[in-house]
């Protein structure tokens, strides 16, 4: 069983500040995704990270993959009230195995205008 | 490119009811997930299947729950004797394979009376 902790779990801020959200597991991942869903909407895939100490950048949004790629990291600049949601991370299944499906509890971010 | 979807989006019924549950996933994705969320959590699994076959199931996943997804393509997911326990969101994914990143529905809100 792989377990993922994020960090914070909580998490409210003014429009305009920035943030970083954490991933963090013992294991290594092959891959890692990050995902935001809002109320009573499924998750939506926001980018995968696939190799050691890469950066993605999504407008706002930049994803770093640690460099041992156990953890990865969320930094939002510049929140806006439409960041507001839960941001998971999951990690892709590994060949030869099938290990257990597990999440992270998310973060929940709330940002206030 | 139509995207996973869910039905019904909201089921209320009274304890003791039986419910079933229904995913269409994205056409050419070969595997499929059924997961549970409650208010402010990450998705648990519940199980999850390559092609037409049931490849894992959780713990979370008791004797009143059963899936299916007999020609590889839609699954059901029933429970019988509903419990109030049971409210809770629940979702379907799918990817194309193991290493690709899942694809969610808007999931089935299942209250208990």
């Known amino acids: 069983t792989q377990l993922l902790e994020q960090s914070p779990q909580f998490l409210s801020i003014q429009e305009g500040e920035n943030l970083t959200v954490y991933c963090n597991s013992s294991?290594?991942?092959?891959?890692l995704q990050w995902y935001r869903q809002e109320p009573g909407e499924g998750p939506v895939l926001l980018v995968t990270?696939?190799?050691g100490g890469e950066v993605k950048k999504l407008k706002r949004l930049t994803f770093q993959f640690g460099d041992a790629r156990k953890d990865s990291s969320l930094h939002i600049t510049a929140a806006q009230p439409g960041d507001t949601g839960l941001y998971l991370c999951?990690?892709?299944?590994?060949?030869?195995?099938?290990?257990?499906?597990?999440w992270g509890l998310g973060t929940s971010l709330a940002v206030n205008p | 490119d139509t995207g996973v979807s869910q039905d019904p989006r909201h089921k209320i019924t009274k304890r003791g009811q039986n419910v079933t549950f229904r995913c269409d996933p994205i056409s050419e994705h070969n595997r499929l997930y059924w997961y549970r969320q409650t208010l402010g959590q990450g998705p648990e699994f519940l199980t999850y299947f390559q092609n037409e076959a049931q490849l894992e199931k959780s713990r979370l996943l008791s004797d009143r729950f059963s899936a299916e997804r007999p020609k590889g393509s839609f699954s059901t997911l029933e429970i019988q004797r509903t419990e109030q326990g049971d409210s809770a969101m629940y979702l379907c994914?799918?990817?194309?394979?193991?290493?690709?990143?899942?694809?969610f529905g808007d999931g089935t809100r299942l209250s208990i009376l």
């Open positions: 999951a990690p892709a299944a590994d060949a030869g195995n099938n290990r257990k499906l597990i």
């Open positions: 990270v696939v190799t």
């Open positions: 994914a799918s990817s194309f394979d193991r290493f690709e990143p899942q694809h």
């Open positions: 294991s290594v991942f092959s891959s």
